[in-house]
Structures are given as C-alpha cells and as structure tokens.
C-alpha cells in the first residue's frame, strides 16, 4: 500500500497502467509505477519498485524522483537565458525539450553578435551542435517510421471499434 499522501500518476510495469517500460534512474531497474507525494502546493515524484519476497509477500521500494517543477537551477544558467523544469513536469519532453534548444541557439546567437563568447567554448559548442545536426536526420528518419506505425496502429484500433 502505499504512503498516505501519495497518488499513482501511472505505470509502466506490471502494475501500472502505462505501456512500455521505464526505467529508474537511481538504480536502472524497471519501474513498477510512478507515485506523487502532494506536500503543500508542491509535488515530489518517486518511481516505485515492487518486489515479491520469497515468502510470498509484497514489498516497495521507492526512490525519489524530483519534484514536478523547480527553477531555482536558472540562476547557474543565466548566461544561457535557460529555465530548467523538474524531471518529470512533462513525460513526453519534446516540447520541454524544444524549448531548451530554441532558447540555446538564441543565446548562442546573442553571444557571438555582442562577441562575448570565448574561443574555446565557440569550438565546443561547434562540436556538440555538428553532432546534433547529424542527429537531426536520424530523428527525421525514426519520425517516418513512427508515424507509419502509429497510423497502422489506429487502422487496425478502427478495424476493432
């Protein structure tokens, strides 16, 4: 049972109700369900493992997630112009994570027009932007390939209704 307070905001386990599998990132098992902890007007996320012991009973463990959303991280990114959001405000990411990188390229852009960006971290960031670009038509191809899933899925959802 778990903790007075705290709410399943759905799984990806056994128990849970999402599909797939997500894994933990405190200890890289799979995660049994997701649960928020409302103190206050804050909420604090835990993934939840579930363990049945050799007995036969049924025990959980829970590793702290992080809250749903912080920006108290702006203030060591200032010179990126960059808010960083809790782990797990958005499930999906992309808008969150479109968002960063819209953000980044501006900065990026105000740096090299004010010329306040030193020489070695133009030359990293370089590096790590060509790497993206490359990634770029990755995504792109893996988008395709999704979508064609995604509309055979509803097609054969529709055949069923």
Sequence with gaps: MAPRGVVGVGG???????????VCPRCGRPVWNIEAKHIGNKTYYYAVHREVLPDGKVKFIY???????????????????LD?????????GASRATEYL????????QQIEASTLPSKK?????????????????LRQYAEIKAKAEAEEAKERSKGD
Excluded: C, M, W
């Design 63 to 81: 590793h702290y997630l992080g809250p749903k959303t912080y920006t108290y991280v702006k203030k060591t990114h200032d010179n990126y112009n």
């Design 84 to 92: 960083f959001y809790g782990a797990i405000e958005d499930l999906e």
């Design 102 to 109: 819209e953000r980044l390229a501006i900065s990026i852009r």
């Design 122 to 138: 133009a030359l990293e960031l370089a590096s790590v932007i060509e790497r993206l670009a490359r990634l770029a038509g990755e």
């Design 12 to 22: 990806s386990g056994n128990g849970g109700s999402g599909q797939g599998v997500f």
